[in-house]
């Protein structure tokens, strides 16, 4: 069965830090890896996606980058975190097996002080 | 106009009644349909998904599509106060990309 791991699950940065977010799936080939962020109370915001090694979409102009390294591994970094960079990450993949569904992760949470 | 469409809530049914909530959504061309569960603090995890007109049942759960009315819908008959939580509508076009397009969400409490 596919599973999907996402690390750290929670963590506190200061306002101009470094971020590594990292994500890896086990269980399926060249699945699309998405990265969403959900800030407190809100809906799901899509951040990037990727159909393949090396091929990242991004959705919204922001800090943030993404990069697929692997096949299943998905890594979502910034140079310098923002306060509004706070929130919950979300690491989720689907593949045309699976019937387009998106199955996420377990999310981390990021707050920037 | 919101590509998917959810009433935020709170949705608020005693323990044993039918909860109702609904989604509509704007692009006629989409062909996946789901449902998904968050409670609070943790990750949305996939209740039911629909492709068809109709209804699809799954226990205590059943998914209603409409795609004339551009409209699905999810009934939770029996409802326990464990069903208290935020259900997230998605939809997808089907393409390759797999990309869905999620409501924000209709929270509800099932009171004891």
């Known amino acids: 069965s596919q599973t999907i791991h996402q690390w750290p699950a929670t963590l506190v940065q200061p306002v101009g830090s470094p971020l590594s977010l990292e994500c890896t799936v086990e269980g399926t080939s060249n699945p699309n890896l998405y990265w969403y962020r959900q800030a407190a109370g809100r809906g799901l915001q899509l951040l990037f996606y990727?159909?393949?090694?090396?091929?990242i979409s991004s959705e919204v102009p922001q800090n943030l980058s993404a990069s697929r390294p692997q096949d299943r591994q998905f890594i979502l970094s910034s140079k310098k975190l923002l306060l509004s960079d706070s929130g919950f990450y979300l690491c989720?993949?689907?593949?045309?097996?699976?019937?387009?569904?998106?199955?996420f992760g377990e999310g981390s949470w990021l707050t920037v002080v | 106009q919101k590509e998917v469409e959810q009433n935020s809530g709170p949705l608020s049914v005693p323990e044993g009644a039918i909860a109702s909530l609904n989604c509509t959504y704007s692009?006629?061309?989409?062909?996946?349909f789901f449902w998904y569960r968050q409670y609070s603090g943790k990750s949305p995890e996939l209740i039911m998904s629909i492709y068809s007109n109709g209804d699809k049942e799954d226990g205590r759960f059943t998914a209603q599509l409409n795609k004339a009315s551009q409209y699905v819908s999810l009934l939770i008959r029996d409802s326990q106060p464990s069903d208290s939580a935020t259900y997230l509508c998605?939809?997808?076009?089907?393409?390759?990309?797999?990309?869905?397009?999620f409501g924000d969400g209709t929270t509800l409490t099932v009171k004891p």
């Open positions: 998605a939809v997808n076009r089907g393409t390759n990309a797999g990309k869905s397009t």
């Open positions: 989720a993949w689907s593949s045309r097996s699976s019937g387009n569904t998106i199955y």
């Open positions: 692009d006629r061309g989409s062909q996946s």
């Open positions: 990727s159909v393949g090694i090396g091929q």
